[in-house]
């Protein structure tokens, strides 16, 4: 292995840590979710979505992952709806905690790296679909996995029949937070990485 490809595969591997390291202190600093009530704000999409656009769909998995293990500890006491859904379902929540966030840093990845051609669109719509895949998959695998428990009156209230309608209901402001704030941040940051790791190719 060259000396230029060893000092590449060295950058990378700081930037990946330096991104695990943000998820982490961001999940158990208050820093990363922005709590009303039961419903949280989360701010992790921001390094997942940096990582999987810069450094690809393999170490967006690694800071999803990161994300839902984080995710899944905060059930233990640190988030009222991760501690009712922990109280249904050990392994559901775990489910719908972690596994969703794998995917999403994997699909952001994926993304970027089907428009890799044009990085400045491809930066910016990978840093979209990162909280809107963060919100999907988290809702949908809710759905699919806790709509039969103690949650079913709050579906019938809200009419589960209509799942827009209960996308609104439960993501609304804080969906629409999480995808404005990903994007303008995740997009200059991912295009600025993006330059400095090609020139030291």
Not at 15 to 33: K, R
Not at 107 to 120: H, P, Q, R, S, V
Request: one cysteine or more.
């Amino acid at each position: 292995m060259s000396k230029s490809k060893k000092q590449e595969n060295l950058v990378k591997f700081v930037q990946l840590s330096v991104l695990v390291a943000l998820i982490v202190l961001f999940s158990f600093t208050g820093l990363g979710y922005i709590k009303v009530g039961i419903v949280e704000i989360t701010l992790n999409c921001i390094p997942v979505a940096i990582g999987a656009i810069v450094l690809g769909p393999a170490a967006g998995a690694v800071c999803g992952a990161t994300f839902g293990i984080t995710s899944f500890i905060q059930c233990f006491g640190m988030s009222a709806f991760g501690a009712i859904l922990l109280g249904i379902s050990p392994v559901r929540t775990f489910i719908t905690a972690f596994c969703t966030r794998v995917l999403v840093g994997l699909f952001t990845g994926l993304i970027f790296k089907a428009l890799k051609e044009k990085k400045t669109i491809g930066c910016a719509v990978a840093s979209l679909c990162c909280p809107l895949l963060n919100t999907f998959l988290f809702i949908s695998t809710f759905i699919l996995l806790f709509r039969n428990t103690a949650f079913q009156t709050f579906y019938n209230q809200l009419g589960s029949e209509n799942i827009v309608k209960f996308f609104i209901a439960f993501c609304g402001l804080n969906g629409l937070l999480e995808i404005i704030t990903c994007f303008i941040i995740s997009t200059p940051t991912s295009r600025v990485l993006l330059e400095v790791n090609r020139k030291l190719k």
